[in-house]
């Protein structure tokens, strides 16, 4: 199972949009709506930002949201602040034994 | 609040088995709705699921890793552990423990909270 296939970098100004693709097969993100995205700043552990493609978990900003077309989820950061800055990583889950496939991550930055 | 604590040796030497525990406060490991898992994170690299256990012991491994990895549960100590055998220096990483959703019983999947994180080094 490959790792799920993000760009390096993403960045906007302060107030703008970035989005961050997370590209798979229909094994993994196709296949069921189990994409999560995580948020991790540096030497932190990965924070749950994204679960079931699109839902936020409580305390997560509605500046953040998901989506998928086909095999390829995304993140949106609307109205981006200076703290969103941090590496974003997508997981899907990937069946057969529970298995977990995560993104190569991308590092977002605020202009 | 859940919190979960990871524990172990920070330097192992290749060839040797490397071995963790998580420790989970605030929360019963004995949740008919969670799994609770293992990820590793190269320095400077992206996550890697290793595996994941059920209270009653099922467990489930990252086939690149299976034939190497051991994860077993405490559940008097509300622990599971981590054991990882034949390390080289490609084992260097941060290991995070977390809980993970189950799909058969919360009908969902995702990994939350986190540990904080611990360095294991693989060098002589």
């Known amino acids: 199972q490959s790792a799920l296939t993000q760009p390096p970098s993403a960045s906007g100004s302060p107030g703008q949009s970035v989005t961050i693709s997370c590209t798979g097969t229909s094994s993994d993100v196709g296949g069921y709506n189990y994409v999560s995205w995580y948020q991790q700043h540096p030497g932190k552990a990965p924070k749950l930002v994204i679960y079931?493609?699109?839902k936020r978990p409580s305390g997560v900003p509605d500046r953040f949201s998901g989506s998928r077309f086909g095999n390829t989820a995304s993140l949106t950061v609307s109205g981006l602040q200076a703290e969103d800055e941090a590496d974003y990583y997508c997981s899907s889950y990937a069946g057969s034994n529970n298995f977990e496939v995560f993104g190569t991550g991308t590092k977002v930055t605020v202009l | 609040q859940l919190q979960l604590q990871e524990s172990g040796p920070g330097l192992v030497k290749p060839s040797e088995t490397l071995s963790l525990t998580c420790t989970v406060s605030g929360g019963s490991i004995s949740s008919s709705s969670y799994y609770w898992g293992w990820i590793r994170q190269p320095p400077g690299k992206g996550l890697e699921w290793i595996g994941s256990?059920?209270?009653?012991?099922?467990?489930y491994y990252n086939p690149s890793l299976k034939s190497r990895v051991t994860i077993s549960v405490d559940t008097s100590k509300n622990q599971f552990s981590l054991k990882l055998n034949s390390v080289t220096a490609a084992d260097t990483a941060v290991y995070y423990c977390a809980r993970r959703a189950r799909i058969a019983a919360a009908g969902t999947n995702y990994f939350d909270p986190w540990g904080q994180g611990t360095l294991v080094t693989v060098s002589s």
């Open positions: 079931e493609v699109a």
């Open positions: 256990i059920y209270y009653s012991g099922s467990t």
